[in-house]
Antibody, heavy 121, light 111 residues
């Protein structure tokens, strides 16, 4: 079965860039699935960040689009998130997930366990 | 722009049934877009419970069911158990303007 695992620095400085990687095991990044990043600030709900297809096509949350880059590396079976111009508001647990699209829907399954990123000097 | 509204909290006793609503404010969920539901325990990744409004992935208990009526989707949990205590989120595809939107989440307390 497909499993996802996030990795990256747990502490980044304000105005800096967050870089996370999601390693996928038990399956390939190719096929009909998209691959997404979702975050949860402390005490708040889930927020979708964006998604990438195996072709490299991406879609982003409009509220984050100017600061986000999601890329895919099929040779390493992983995909990555970069978020720049960080502020304390970007402190959150970051999750990666497989993103499946239907005719009028999408759903995320499975998810990684998440990694906490704190933005602080 | 699409938004999904959930109650902040619900509660129930073991063995009871509860329903969590998810109301879409800019279009008719039942007609246009189908909701997915997630269970989230602290410290873990969210777990998919329902997709395409009412479909249950293999391995998910049949105590969890989803439905739509007009612009409101609902998640029903029957036979409440202590381990059901968690946060629950609905999610929908919101079109090319927003792509994906999550509801604000509902905290379920099992009394």
């Amino acid at each position: 079965q497909v499993q996802l695992q996030e990795s990256g620095p747990g502490l980044v400085k304000p105005s800096g860039t967050l870089s996370l990687t999601c390693a996928v095991s038990g399956g390939s990044l190719s096929g009909t699935n998209w691959w997404s990043w979702v975050r949860q600030p402390p005490g708040k709900g889930l927020e979708w960040i964006g998604e990438v297809y195996h072709s490299g096509n991406t879609n982003y949350n409009p509220s984050l689009k100017s600061r986000v880059t999601i890329s895919i590396d099929k040779s390493k079976n992983q995909f990555s998130l970069k978020l720049n111009s960080l502020t304390a508001a970007d402190t959150a647990v970051y999750y990666c997930a497989r993103d499946q699209h239907g005719d009028r829907s999408n759903w995320f399954d499975p998810w990684g366990q998440g990694t906490l990123v704190t933005v602080s000097s | 722009q699409s938004a999904l509204t959930q109650p902040a909290s619900v509660s129930g006793s073991p063995g009871q049934s509860i329903t969590i609503s998810c109301t879409e404010t800019s279009s008719d969920v039942g007609v246009y877009n189908l909701v997915s539901w997630y269970q989230h325990h602290p410290g873990k990744g969210p777990k998919l419970l329902i997709y395409e409004g009412s479909k249950r992935p293999s391995g998910v208990s049949n105590r969890f069911s989803g439905s739509n009526s007009g612009n409101t989707a609902s998640l029903t949990i029957s036979g409440l158990q202590a381990e059901d205590e968690a946060d629950y989120y609905c999610c929908t595809y919101a079109g090319l303007s927003s792509f994906v939107v999550f509801g604000g989440g509902t905290k379920l307390t099992v009394l």
